[in-house]
């Protein structure tokens, strides 16, 4: 039955394929920020209904989600794109560039969409031989906070059984899709150390407690957490970002703030480097005679594809791209809010092969001039569709 499915999907997909890349285009030059997708959400519901797909009405502010219904029963699984765009003035001479000033797509998020929206446009034309239903969750606010969250708090995972999504990826050609079982990408936590010392004449430091000086032990001290209390088989990254302190050469100032990110491949890392990270930074601001305040902030948990379902969406995938071209995706500490979906359901999160040198589409994502090959459209499409029945049998 799959591969008669497939040469059907071959031909609705290249029937649909112009369709989708106007809705691609006009999704890309129409860009809007985190919670504020409103035009965005618009046009969705309005393809959606274009096609007789009906949203499901929520409470969400922005962001919308459809069901498309079997004839059969059977189980509900989920499709996942994300809508929102990035605050990057896009340096493209494109025809359907970003007609929003300092508002884009550099991270791809309007070809997720346009997936999304194809794969239920077809599943539609099928329903009459779709063993159960799909619901799609077009998500805002995945460059910010609370856009999974939100969705989850309207009850759209509810009777779900697995959900899968996916996301473009410059660094592999159009006609890949990258996979991995397990740890996929990083916990994601913000932190602000805020000291304080006793500011003074640059001239007379014996007079002061300094907190340039503190701070500068701390963060040598936070080098040592990876390196001494995660075991080599675990990923985990303590970075600053940002120290300020002071604003005169010969002035020594009453405080200084660091400001920086964790990200780890487990939530039992995630709180050991938290305990150990508490403890080290109090420890060396006591010792050296300041006052410390820690503002640490879980933010997004770490991407954990679950097995089986990795296992049904690596099959799909084989017989989408083939064996060869199926590739074993690496781990990355970048973060994505799709592990909220995979804290309450089952799920798998893959990369979608969408670089093409041959056309220039070599830039990586959050790039001024970062493009997708619209070619990876097809391809995310289908895998979509023959997952979600599979995921569906």
Not at 132 to 157: D, K, M, Y
Not at 283 to 302: C, H, K, R, S
């Amino acid at each position: 039955m799959m591969k008669q499915l497939s040469a059907i999907l071959d031909e609705k997909i290249d029937s649909l394929f112009p369709k989708l890349v106007e809705i691609r285009r006009e999704l890309h030059m129409y860009p809007e920020l985190s919670n504020a997708e409103f035009q965005t959400t618009e046009r969705i519901n309005g393809w959606l209904k274009e096609f007789g797909i009906a949203p499901i009405p929520t409470g969400l502010k922005t962001g919308t989600a459809a069901e498309v219904t079997g004839k059969e029963q059977g189980p509900t699984i989920a499709l996942r794109a994300d809508i929102d765009a990035l605050p990057i003035q896009e340096a493209s001479d494109l025809p359907f560039r970003s007609k929003i000033n300092g508002v884009s797509h550099m991270c791809g998020h309007d070809v997720h969409t346009t997936i999304a929206l194809g794969a239920g446009i077809v599943l539609q034309s099928l329903r009459d031989i779709l063993p159960g239903n799909v619901r799609i969750l077009f998500q805002p606010a995945e460059e910010t906070e609370g856009g999974a969250v939100s969705v989850i708090e309207q009850g759209l995972l509810e009777g779900v059984k697995s959900i899968i999504g996916l996301h473009n990826s410059p660094d592999l050609p159009t006609g890949t899709i990258g996979i991995k079982e397990g740890f996929f990408m990083a916990s994601c936590d913000d932190f602000t150390i805020t000291i304080k010392g006793k500011g003074g004449h640059a001239a007379l430091p014996e007079n002061t407690i300094d907190p340039i000086v503190i701070g500068s032990a701390v963060v040598s001290q936070l080098q040592t957490i990876v390196s001494r209390t995660v075991p080599a088989k675990e990923s985990a990254v303590v970075s600053i970002g940002a120290f300020q302190a002071g604003a005169t050469n010969n002035v020594i100032p009453d405080q200084a703030i660091l400001k920086g990110t964790v990200r780890t491949s487990n939530e039992e890392v995630r709180q050991k480097i938290y305990q150990t990270f508490k403890n080290v930074v109090t420890n060396t601001v006591t010792a050296l005679g300041g006052e410390v305040e820690i503002d640490y902030q879980f933010l997004i948990p770490a991407v954990v594809n679950d097995p089986k379902i990795t296992e049904v969406v690596r099959t799909t995938a084989v017989s989408v791209v083939g064996e060869e071209q199926t590739l074993l995706a690496e781990s990355t500490m970048g973060g994505e809010d799709f592990s909220y979906y995979q804290k309450e359901v089952p799920g798998c999160y893959v990369w979608l092969g969408s670089r093409n040198e041959e056309k220039g589409i070599i830039h990586g994502l959050h790039h001024p001039e970062f493009m997708v090959d619209e070619e990876a459209i097809k391809i995310g499409v289908k895998w979509m569709v023959l997952s979600a029945f599979r995921l569906l049998q």
